[in-house]
């Protein structure tokens, strides 16, 4: 069966690809149409580029990242650490998918509602459907995909199977103009997920203490050597399901793309935060929020709160 690493820029997935070789590498970009956005380095910048420029007629250039930078060098880095090209795929951009697309009820003038802890759509519709339709223009049989799981987040592996099922993608195959249902979706079953890291019992401080140990780039593939760097979070630097702390902490780190968060809840299409607070508000008192939690933040570091994104 054919091989895929599912890599997120993240310690744990870029573990999986050091140790478990693939037929592919597949890193999946949340992009962004913000220009102030944009990396601040010109090089990541050229780079992601020209990674993702096979999807330049469809989507445009690349211009940002909802993630942190880091991830974008981190995954530079990689692919010469490991000696083997990964390949860059991206979906529609996040600013695109919350003014033209229908979700729960949404569309450009409709009512919709923003991604939250209780819709949470964006990941399905910008990573995993371009991880999908990568497959299906280039590979068309089932593979077998790792994903970053720790032995230590076994209930997180429990959990992504409980949600549904993992191993089937609907796909729109056809169209009709009769009767109510205008799209036809077929079932296309192209992934065994498996967990590598859980089998083989490496934990999170395993994987820490690896990249603590190694992770060096010899001066011959840069003009000096260089060191493995990963970002603090691997998601989104917005994403709903961090703490209110660890949100504020992000405003303080990434007040530009904070921002474009914050301007998303000026649409008329609801708040990130199910509770109706709003991201603007907690990046107005950001300092006081954050500054009791920065130094445990930065020493200990945090995870996806709901387990749903790859480290």
Same mark, same amino acid.
């Given at each position: 069966m054919i091989t895929v690493n599912s890599l997120s820029g993240g310690k744990t997935s870029s573990y999986i690809a050091v140790h478990y070789?693939?037929?592919?590498? !597949?890193?999946?970009? !949340?992009?962004?149409?913000?220009?102030?956005?944009?990396?601040?380095?010109?090089?990541? @910048?050229?780079?992601?580029?020209?990674?993702?420029?096979?999807?330049?007629? &469809? =989507?445009? &250039? *690349?211009?940002?990242?909802? /993630?942190? #930078?880091?991830?974008?060098?981190a995954m530079m880095h990689l692919e010469q650490y490991i000696g083997r090209e990964i390949t860059w795929v991206r979906g529609m951009s996040f600013d695109n998918l919350l003014r033209t697309k229908t979700m729960f009820g949404g569309g450009e003038m409709g009512p919709g509602r923003l991604p939250s802890w209780a819709?949470?759509?964006?990941?399905?519709?910008?990573?995993?459907?371009?991880? *999908?339709?990568?497959?299906?223009? $280039? !590979?068309? %049989?089932?593979v077998d995909m790792r994903l970053g799981f720790r =032995? #230590? &987040?076994?209930?997180?592996?429990?959990?992504? =199977? $409980? $949600?549904?099922t993992p191993g089937i993608f609907k796909m729109p195959t056809?169209?009709?103009?009769?009767?109510?249902?205008?799209?036809?979706? /077929?079932? =296309? @079953?192209?992934?065994?997920?498996?967990?590598?890291?859980?089998?083989?019992? !490496?934990d999170k401080s395993t994987v820490n203490q690896y990249w603590k140990d190694n992770g060096l780039i010899p001066a011959t593939l840069f003009s000096t050597e260089v060191?493995?760097?990963?970002?603090?979070?691997?998601?989104?630097?917005?994403?709903?399901?961090?703490?209110? /702390?660890?949100?504020a902490i992000m405003w303080e780190m990434h007040p530009e793309k904070m921002q474009w968060f914050a301007d998303? %809840?000026?649409?008329?299409?609801?708040?990130?935060?199910?509770?109706?607070?709003?991201?603007?508000?907690?990046?107005n008192n950001r300092f006081e929020v954050a500054k009791e939690v920065m130094y445990e933040f930065f020493t200990l570091g945090e995870t996806c709160d709901s387990g749903?994104?790859?480290?």
């Open positions: 070789p693939a037929d592919h590498d !597949v890193f999946s970009v !949340v992009c962004l149409d913000d220009a102030n956005c944009t990396p601040k380095d010109p090089a990541v @910048l050229k780079y992601a580029q020209e990674k993702l420029s096979k999807f330049n007629r &469809e =989507f445009g &250039e *690349f211009i940002a990242t909802a /993630e942190d #930078d880091k991830t974008l060098l819709r949470r759509y964006c990941t399905s519709v910008m990573k995993l459907q371009a991880i *999908f339709e990568w497959w299906f223009n $280039n !590979v068309y %049989e089932k =032995f #230590d &987040e076994f209930k997180r592996m429990e959990k992504f =199977f $409980n $949600n549904g056809s169209c009709s103009t009769q009767g109510k249902r205008l799209q036809k979706k /077929e079932d =296309f @079953l192209w992934r065994y997920c498996s967990f590598p890291l859980i089998q083989t019992g !490496v060191k493995m760097e990963f970002p603090v979070i691997s998601n989104c630097v917005g994403c709903f399901h961090k703490k209110t /702390e660890t949100l998303q %809840e000026l649409i008329g299409k609801g708040t990130w935060l199910d509770n109706n607070q709003t991201y603007q508000s907690i990046g749903g994104c790859t480290d």
